[in-house]
């Protein structure tokens, strides 16, 4: 199976070009089916291929497609890598993808047909290159898809083109993501100098051989391309803004994969970071920052999709916090189950948003619960999940992440359960404004309130299963010997997981307890803070710092867009008008004065040209003297 | 004999037109240009030791000058690029109504013929005799049929490149006078450094480089090209920019780099710094430019100016890279050029400032101008990345200057700038909501889809598999490099 790999892109890709080319032509409704068959199609492809990695003795297998670059004695195919990584993503990436679009074909059903074509040929081209990210053998190719889906994701953005806020926020998503890309490039092109092959398998033999300064520098930059992809400090400003894109794109592509791409790749990479020390703390702060960093602000959003948009950035940070104390495969499984919660409460939004007629502030909803029955319970298990109660996915993958983390330092530990105290809050905070107490909107939306159709709903019900059973997957070893499927499915890429092992048993459950009291007393203090009574007035003190997101965004225009802009304007109008361009046109003037002085010479007049005669003879006998002597 | 037809035919057929009927010229000259991409393509299909690739008859015999031409991997490149470029101009351009039509396609024949000569010259004065065949026919053709400020534009165009190439014929002219038998010949060139000391290396290198540079442009010998580029006619900037100012790229890979192998290797540092500066400085005043001309013009600037870095890189893969990329660069830009053509010729403007919204009018100009400016950016999988990607790990890797990472990332910073003043140009201009100039607007007809759609898919076949342009120059790259130093 796993030699048709290939078809597992190919058929996004084909649905792409239907979708892309005939988008007048087709029918509104055969295009969205299209596009989703087709993801269904990878997604079964995908899933032969999983039966096969995860027998016993499976060996990860290379298919070279083409010779893609050659040039000296480098070469680089267009090869696809299958092992138990690529596969598990593929899933992933095809199952939640298979369900979103499904759920695109109802939620956007209100689209013209060229649009809604062109809705579904980019979400195609979307999944195409996230597969292609996620399987290529080498970084090349990982950067091809690297690229390409931060080009769906601004086209996708930009959906809604004749909005220029919208505009602005796609533009935003590319420059910060390519400002991340630059890294990986420069991290490329010293693998490149130092191996002279960008094959995994062949940099990672010989990754050892290099000197740990080398190995920090590619690491550390391969971490900033992760920063933008992923949305952390310091390029996460352009996530929260990207949800100007449809609802289901946010869910897709800003929550459940194209944002742990930057996961993917460390993951993958995790050879070298191991030999890297100094790289790993950096992405364990760095994750440890944005989790509170976001979370905070997350507390103060009144926009149900920046609330969550905040959230999936802590949530990456926990991620990162994974990566840097060397839990690869808890960081992966908390890919895994935040790919359901988030991908479910993304689309409990959508069809909040829905039927709340495109309102997204939470200020004005309230009391959902009874009239959008489904969306509410489906919602409530993901913020179960995401707050990490027991039994709920997010908790098995959390506490895991968390538990490793005590294992490299306690502190982090303590500032990872801070943040999965304020995590806890805010999403209580947003369920309760939103779903509890009475409904705060107009009598006009209050008459078109109604629960989404089944094409809506039932991919709802779908992620809410997963997001409450997903994790039993990596149930810890502590509960029974051998039950983390995942880690164990994993082990042959990332390698065990012997960071835990190192803390005893007792000292594991302590930590767990702590963590799911803390979370569980915030549930309830949220709850019975905002179920009643949800605050509306404006924030004052530390709490308008977080309305206002810490003014990031400010910062960044006044130290780096303003100055450039000057500067760009210095260059042109001093520089190179008045500095460059004038010494040019002065040359040229000179010339052409000089011409004209010397115009006169030829008057016409046969006096003066007597004259000269006169003087030009005298000077060459005046010369002719002196050379004599 | 393939050489003298990529010559001849445009020579003769320029010729011919400017005694045709304006209405003739127009379709003589298309035909004239597929007959010469024919001709260009069997070139191709011929193995690389053909005979019929050479031509080598005395020219003038009292200088030991030969009428010599050859093809080889860098000129089948290039010249592939002059003769695909050339139909498309004219299709695209097609609507366009010239005054006296015969004496400007006569003309922009003449020029193809130049440019041809150019890439195939392996004399220096021959080689001389067409770097000007091709640029007096573009200085005509500029200051008749260009915009307003045309007179101004084209005297500054002309004092640069008129002092560029005199001192290239004085550099020429020395070097000759060095040669063992006191000859013109390529080849005698290429044994000339062995009698040409470091010391004289280093100051006859300016000679020749400045008129490569002028040409390029590189900063700072740049500021004629954004006043030429916006007031010339849309068909003679896409030669400009597109096809012209390979000229100097290629002068560098063949008749300097390789000739003064000493004084290229002493100056590297110096014109990779003035390349950098170069890209840095055209990229941020990319960004604040208004008229759609003006900033492809210092797009332009930018992205030659890392090709020119590249080459002083002297590494395969840098070298590499600027083969494909000088295909590619001017592919792209002739479907830039294209689309400000369709913009200007439909709205009479080129204020971005005052489009918006043409994407709700003209969905597949749109789609057809965010995938040449995405390959404009270098995206994986269309051209520019191959040639980009190749040339950055090449600067990387360089051993000709203890600078390169330096020059990696600091070149590295126009990938953002780029992407930054490329959006902005397509969401102003594209994006939003329609105004009153724009709600009329209608979408491309079949001919422009049809040039369009040549592009876009040379763009994404190249980009996703590049490997006949390896295999058509690789042996150039061996051979350039051969001859380049770098300091064991």
Redesign the interface.
Known sequence: MSNYVYLVPLFPLIGFLINGLFRKSIPKSLSGLIGTAMILASFIVSAGIFFQVKQEGFQPVTITL?????????TIPFSFLVDPLSTLFLLIITGVGFLIHLYSIGYMKEENA?DYSKYFCFLNLFVFFMLLLVLGSNY?IL??GW??VG?CS?LLI?YW????DY??A??KA??MN??G??GF??A???I??KFNSVSFDTVFQAAPSATTGFLTAITLLLFLGATGKSAQIPLYTWLPDAMAGPTPVSALIHAATMVTAGIYMIARSHVLYNLAPISQTVVAITGLATIILAALIAVKQNDIKKVLAYSTVSQLGYMFLGLGVGAYSEAVFHVLTHAFFKALLFLCAGSVIHAMSGEQDIRSMGGLKKYLPITHITFLMGCLAISGIPPFSGFFSKDEILTAAYGKNPVYFIIGVAGAMITAFYMFRLYATTFLGNFRGTDKQQHHLHESPSTMTIPLVVLAILAVVGGFLGVPELFAKNSNLLSHFLSPVLGGGEGSEEIPASTEWMLMGVSTILALSMVLYALSRFSKKPELGEPVGFAKWMADKFYVDELYDTLIVKP??A???F??QI??KKL??GL??G??RL?QYSSRQLRYLQSGQVGGYVLLMVIGTVLLFVVQLFLRK | MVPVLLIGIPLLAGLIGFSLKDVAAKSWALFASLLTLGVSLVGICLPKDSRQLLFNEPWMGSLNSHFAISLDGTGQILCLLTAIAFPLIFISTWKEEYKKAHNFFGLMLLSQAGLLGVFLATDALLFYFFWELALIPVYFLASQWGGEKRIAATFKFFIYTFLGSLMMLIGIIYIYFHTRDHSFALSAFYEAHLLISTETQAWLFWFIFIAFAVKMPIFPFHTWQPDTYEQSPTAVTMVLSGLMVKMGVFGLLRWLAPVLPMGTYLWGDTVSMMCIIGMIYASLIAMRQDDLKRMVAYSSIAHIGLICLAVFATTELSIQGVMIQMFNHGINIIGLWIVVFLIEKQFNTRKISELGGLASKAPVLTAMLVIIALANIALPLTNAFIGEFLMFSGIYSSKATVYNVVFTVTAAMTIILSAVYMLNMVQRAFYGPTNALTEKGVDIRMNEKFVLGIIVALIIVVGVYPEPLFRLTQDSVNAVLSKMYVKP
């Open positions: 083409f010779q893609f670059i050659h040039a000296g004695n480098l060229p090349v950067f091809i690229e390409g080009l601004y930009g083109f004749k909005n220029i505009d602005n796609a533009k590319f420059i390519r400002i890309d630059v490039l420069i490329i092109f010293a490149i100098y450039l802009n500067l760009a304007d260059f042109y520089i190179e460059i361009d040019v046109n040359t040229g010339v």
